[in-house]
């Protein structure tokens, strides 16, 4: 798959680092990179720096918070935080910009601005997003959400959860085939915690390997998520090791790529994964 003319590996599983422009982000790291509505750029840049001198192969930039009941931002707001950024990004770091939206004004600039990718947790049901996206020619990772950010977890309900999942992917998949997108410039993406119980999002995390049936490329996120808490009883900044054996747990069902606000230490467990899993003479992980 290529991403600004990167070709990437993926049967080698990758690092996506998070950079969240949000007021209200549910973790940013402990970083926040807007202040009174203006965005702190070289802060952001610094971040950036860091996420991909520690491996990230790409860095996911949004504006938008999708936390459950997050307030609704313009079009024109989410404009200006993310569009200068990926401009500033893409100029002094040679780093897979993916932007992270729903919006097809958000995804057109942004491909002009040089992003790489289109990640959009809504899998391109905004009107004229799935065009938007056929025009840049980018890949997109589609993600499966129950709902909108504001009412998913009200009352998420499934009567067979990996089913409708897949279903819903297989779905989207074809709506952007159909229009004209490659399928092999797809991405695919469960979406744990959008609009899932925390019943189902562990029931989906055991059994991710139903999604490589697609025969395309899974993305997972689970960094510091409110199911981690749920497990281990931590706040989000003490979730690092919870995420991390989530994240392995993943790359053992062939998870190709990992979002995760942690880069170094998401990459020391890809180490781990990957040593264990080329010694194929003694060990068989069955991906
Ligand atoms: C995911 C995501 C978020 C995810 C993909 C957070 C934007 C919430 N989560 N995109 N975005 N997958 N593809 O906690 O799981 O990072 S926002």
Same mark, same amino acid.
């Given at each position: 798959?290529?991403?600004?003319?990167?070709?990437?590996?993926?049967?080698?599983?990758?690092?996506?680092?998070?950079?969240?422009?949000?007021?209200?982000?549910?973790?940013?790291?402990?970083?926040?990179?807007?202040?009174?509505?203006?965005?702190?750029?070289?802060?952001?840049?610094?971040?950036?720096?860091?996420?991909?001198?520690?491996?990230?192969?790409?860095?996911?930039?949004?504006?938008?918070?999708?936390?459950?009941?997050?307030?609704?931002?313009?079009?024109?707001?989410?404009?200006?935080?993310?569009?200068?950024?990926?401009?500033?990004?893409?100029?002094?770091?040679?780093?897979?910009?993916?932007?992270?939206?729903?919006? =097809?004004?958000?995804?057109?600039?942004?491909? @002009?601005?040089?992003? *790489? &990718? +289109?990640?959009?947790?809504?899998?391109?049901? /905004?009107?004229?997003?799935?065009?938007?996206?056929?025009?840049?020619?980018?890949?997109?990772?589609?993600?499966?959400?129950?709902?909108?950010?504001?009412?998913?977890?009200?009352?998420?309900?499934?009567?067979?959860?990996?089913?409708?999942?897949?279903?819903?992917?297989?779905?989207?998949?074809?709506?952007?085939?159909?229009?004209?997108?490659?399928?092999?410039?797809?991405?695919?993406?469960?979406?744990?915690?959008?609009?899932?119980?925390?019943?189902?999002?562990?029931?989906?995390?055991?059994?991710?390997?139903?999604?490589?049936?697609?025969?395309? =490329?899974?993305?997972?996120?689970?960094?510091? @998520?409110?199911?981690? *808490? &749920? +497990?281990?009883?931590?706040?989000?900044?003490? /979730?690092?090791?919870?995420?991390?054996?989530?994240?392995?747990?993943?790359?053992?069902?062939?998870?190709?790529?990992?979002?995760?606000?942690?880069?170094?230490?998401?990459?020391?467990?890809?180490?781990?994964?990957?040593?264990?899993?080329?010694?194929?003479?003694?060990?068989?992980?069955?991906?």
């Amino acid at each position: 798959m290529f991403f600004s003319d990167k070709n990437i590996n993926l049967e080698i599983p990758q690092v996506m680092g998070i950079l969240n422009v949000t007021h209200d982000s549910f973790s940013d790291g402990g970083e926040i990179f807007l202040e009174s509505g203006k965005l702190l750029i070289d802060k952001a840049l610094k971040r950036t720096e860091l996420m991909h001198q520690s491996g990230a192969t790409f860095i996911d930039v949004g504006g938008e918070s999708t936390r459950p009941g997050a307030i609704k931002i313009s079009t024109e707001e989410e404009m200006n935080r993310v569009i200068p950024l990926v401009e500033k990004i893409r100029k002094n770091i040679d780093v897979i910009v993916s932007i992270d939206t729903s919006s =097809p004004e958000v995804m057109l600039e942004g491909a @002009k601005v040089g992003a *790489g &990718l +289109i990640n959009d947790v809504r899998a391109l049901q /905004r009107p004229g997003a799935i065009e938007a996206v056929r025009k840049t020619q980018l890949p997109v990772c589609l993600m499966h959400m129950q709902g909108e950010p504001a009412t998913m977890q009200v009352a998420p309900n499934y009567s067979s959860l990996i089913n409708e999942i897949l279903q819903f992917l297989e779905k989207r998949i074809s709506a952007c085939t159909k229009a004209g997108i490659d399928r092999d410039q797809i991405i695919i993406d469960p979406g744990f915690g959008f609009g899932k119980t925390h019943e189902d999002n562990i029931e989906l995390l055991g059994r991710l390997a139903a999604f490589k049936t697609l025969k395309l =490329p899974l993305l997972i996120g689970l960094s510091r @998520k409110s199911m981690l *808490g &749920l +497990i281990t009883g931590k706040s989000t900044e003490r /979730r690092l090791a919870a995420g991390i054996s989530a994240a392995v747990i993943g790359l053992m069902q062939g998870v190709n790529i990992v979002r995760t606000h942690d880069v170094a230490e998401t990459i020391d467990a890809l180490k781990v994964y990957l040593a264990v899993k080329n010694n194929e003479l003694k060990f068989d992980l069955s991906t």
